[in-house]
């Protein structure tokens, strides 16, 4: 894997660059310069356990500063970003972008090289930007409040009536028409405001992935989760349980030397790292 990488790193210096900025970044708010090849990451930096926010006092020592602010980014996404920007011999840079302004900052503007998000590579995606091989395969479940009347519920039919209410421009949103009988709010713009409701009462529930579910659940006590049986839950096609790196259209060097980089990642150290999140996350 090293001499592919090595091969696809000697035809970038030879003048077939893929896009990434350059800098000699020591701090958080350091302007790029010329003097050091940098891999610049769009995430949320609020979508625990993939990503997250800490200030510098709780810094992980693996945590990376967030471009631009005193803060720091920390979680799944950081630990494979890191891991491919070692591989590749290259600087991570981590900006936190908006999740609906992601897709612009990699294609519009390209203020950023990959967008590592927890995003799901469906078709409609796929038409603007270029997906890598998944690096998570996740499982969607419902979370509300555990006194809610929906909490035994075991499966998809079994939420006539809910207010069930999701994240903006995901796959979540899509689910919601899955729920038989339930009432479609309108979404809100991320998980920690969506969360912030349901504890409040103003919705019955909403739909996350697996890992996002057990990580809301850590943190907050009042509410559990639903993991419905084979057969009852919800019907998802492999695009949207996958989760991929994006990536411009046309860079097929970066884009295959990050999928050499993935195959040599197994499963049990995916979900190790996942359940290193899982624990650290605040």
């Known amino acids: ?9 000697m035809l970038l ?3 077939l660059m893929f896009g990434c900025n350059q800098s000699t970044t020591t701090n958080s708010t350091a302007t790029p310069t010329t003097e050091d090849q940098t891999l610049v990451v769009g995430m949320e930096a609020g979508y625990a356990p993939f990503n997250w926010t800490i200030d510098e006092a709780g810094a992980f020592e693996g945590a990376v500063p967030i471009f631009g602010t005193n803060n720091y980014a920390d979680g799944y996404d950081v630990m ?3 891991l ?3 591989e590749l011999n290259m600087t991570l840079v981590i900006k936190a972008v908006e999740w609906e302004g992601l897709i612009p900052s990699l294609v519009t503007s390209e203020e950023i090289d990959l967008i590592i998000a927890g995003m799901s590579p469906t078709a409609e995606r796929a038409e603007t930007v270029a997906f890598t091989d998944e690096y998570y395969q996740s499982t969607h479940v419902i979370v509300l409040r555990s006194d809610s ?3 035994n519920a075991t499966s998809i039919e079994d939420f006539s009536g809910a207010d069930v209410v999701a994240q903006l421009g995901t796959i979540y949103d899509d689910l919601v028409a899955q729920l038989t009988g339930a ?4 979404p809100l713009g991320d998980v920690p405001t969506i969360i912030t409701a349901i504890n409040q009462g103003t919705y019955d529930l909403t739909i996350l992935e697996l890992p996002v ?4 659940v850590e943190t907050n006590p009042d509410l559990t989760y639903i993991v419905f049986e084979a057969g009852f839950g919800f019907d998802v096609s492999y695009e949207d349980s996958a989760v991929a790196i994006a ?6 060097e970066l884009l295959n030397a990050i999928n050499a980089i993935l195959a040599n990642l197994t499963n049990e150290e995916r979900e190790n790292l996942m359940q290193e999140a899982i624990t650290r996350q605040p």
Do not use: C, P, W
């Open 1 to 9: 894997m090293k001499r592919i990488i090595l091969s696809i790193l």
């Open 13 to 15: 210096v030879g003048g």
């Open 80 to 82: 494979i970003a890191q």
């Open 84 to 86: 491919i920007a070692d």
């Open 149 to 151: 009347v929906f909490a």
């Open 183 to 186: 009432n479609h709010e309108n």
């Open 213 to 216: 579910a057990q990580a809301v």
């Open 247 to 252: 990536l411009r259209q046309g860079e097929t």
